[in-house]
Structures are given as structure tokens and as C-alpha cells.
């Protein structure tokens, strides 16, 4: 079983529509999490960055954090077709020191498609 | 504020050989991290660097390796290249507090022949 599961989709939405993004995960060590955006042929652009528990909102953007239930959410709002692309959610353990292990793990990643 | 940076963008290499390339932090980020993006494997941790030292290390053969500099830029290399080495290869860098945000460059992709 992998540390975080992610359904690859593809999620296909109307422009406008809310869309729902998930990630679960096993590893309790995980306490802090990011949402990544990618699309074809670039690198992963951060858009949310979360450590506690909750939401956490920016413009069209929530991400939500459930520990508890090992579950993380990312929200988009009023989605446009600009929004078509790969997220990737990402965790990574807690440390102690600033030497600490940064090693993120990810999720497979879902392909959103928003439809004009 | 100028962003991660790897270079080159592409490569083509054949099997057996080796291949060095380069990424240069953003200005103040001390730490940096390589991984590897496949589309069976998805993106996986190669290593980290900090103050010149490798702090971490992912699940990858010795073929794979790294180096940082005083300046933080770091090289990563790869040798006797297998056509299951073509991947895009990205890095990240993080500023040198625990649980920070990582950014990521445009990547380099490797395509081995």
C-alpha cells in the first residue's frame, strides 16, 4: 500500500463548478502538506501550504486538513478552464532540528480538465 | 524574485553513458532536493542537500549522486545510464527551517536512447 493515495482521475468539470481534490494517507509522521499544480511538460507550482489542522483559504483555493482522518482536501472555487492540469498533493514528516529530513511524498497526482 | 533554475531543459544520452545536471536555488534557500518524475512511478525523492552535505537519501541506486556548492547551486549526476533512467528530473529548494514550503523548478528532461 502506498503512503498517500490520490485518484489520477481525470476529474472532467463544467467552468464554474466546484471541484473537490483528495489525498488520504498512512504515515502519522506526515505534518505538514502541499498542494502542487503541474502542467504538461513543467514543474509542480506550490499553491497551498498547510501544518495544522483546519482550512486554509486563498482566492479560490482551500485546502483542508483533517489528521484525524488522515485525509487532506483541496478546494477550487468559480474553476476555469486555465485550472486544467495535474495536482499533486505532498506531505512531509515533521522534524525537530533544521537539519531535519525535507524528503516530500507525493501523491500520483489527478488530471483536472475544466470544459469551457 | 527569481526561481528555481535547472539546466539544461533537455537532454538525449545513450545507454551507458553519464549525465550531469544543474539547478541553482532561489537566492536565500539552503536547502536543495532532487527528484524524479515518471509517469508509472510519479514523482519520487532522490536526495537532499544542505551546507554541502547530503542530509537524505531516497531509495535510488549509487548511479545516481549529487553535489552542493558553497553557493548552494547543486549538480546532480547520473552514470551508466539505463533507458529506465528517462524521467524528468526536477529540484526543489527550501529555505533551512524545518517543515517549509519546497519550490520547484521547470525540470530536466532526460531521455535515454
Known amino acids: 500500500q502506498k503512503e498517500v493515495e490520490q485518484d489520477p482521475g481525470p476529474l472532467s468539470v463544467p467552468e464554474g463548478a466546484i471541484v473537490s481534490l483528495n489525498c488520504t494517507y498512512s504515515n502519522s509522521a506526515f505534518q505538514y502538506f502541499m498542494w502542487y499544480r503541474q502542467y504538461s511538460r513543467k514543474g509542480p507550482e506550490l499553491l497551498m501550504y498547510t501544518y495544522s489542522s483546519g482550512n486554509k483559504e486563498d482566492g479560490r483555493f482551500t485546502a483542508q486538513v483533517d489528521k484525524s482522518s488522515k485525509y487532506i482536501s483541496l478546494f477550487i472555487r468559480d474553476s476555469q478552464p486555465s485550472d486544467s492540469a495535474t495536482y499533486l498533493c505532498?506531505?512531509?514528516?515533521?522534524?525537530?532540528?533544521?537539519?531535519?529530513?525535507?524528503?516530500?511524498?507525493f501523491g500520483s497526482g489527478t488530471r483536472l480538465q475544466v470544459q469551457p | 524574485k527569481a526561481g528555481v533554475t535547472q539546466t539544461p531543459r533537455y537532454l538525449i544520452k545513450t545507454r551507458g553513458q553519464q549525465v550531469t545536471l544543474s539547478c541553482s536555488p532561489i537566492s536565500g534557500h539552503r536547502s536543495v532536493s532532487w527528484y524524479q518524475q515518471t509517469p508509472g512511478q510519479g514523482l519520487q525523492f532522490l536526495f537532499e542537500y544542505f551546507s554541502e552535505t547530503q542530509r537524505n537519501k531516497g531509495n535510488f541506486p549509487g548511479r545516481f549522486s549529487g553535489r552542493q556548492f558553497s553557493n548552494s547551486r547543486s549538480e546532480m549526476n547520473v552514470s551508466t545510464l539505463e533507458l529506465g533512467d528517462s524521467a524528468l528530473y526536477l529540484c526543489?529548494?527550501?529555505?533551512?527551517?524545518?517543515?517549509?514550503?519546497?519550490?520547484f523548478g521547470q525540470g530536466t528532461r532526460l531521455t535515454v536512447v
Open positions: 526543489a529548494s527550501s529555505l533551512v527551517r524545518k517543515n517549509t514550503e519546497a519550490f
Open positions: 505532498a506531505m512531509g514528516a515533521g522534524t525537530s532540528t533544521d537539519t531535519g529530513r525535507r524528503a516530500l511524498t
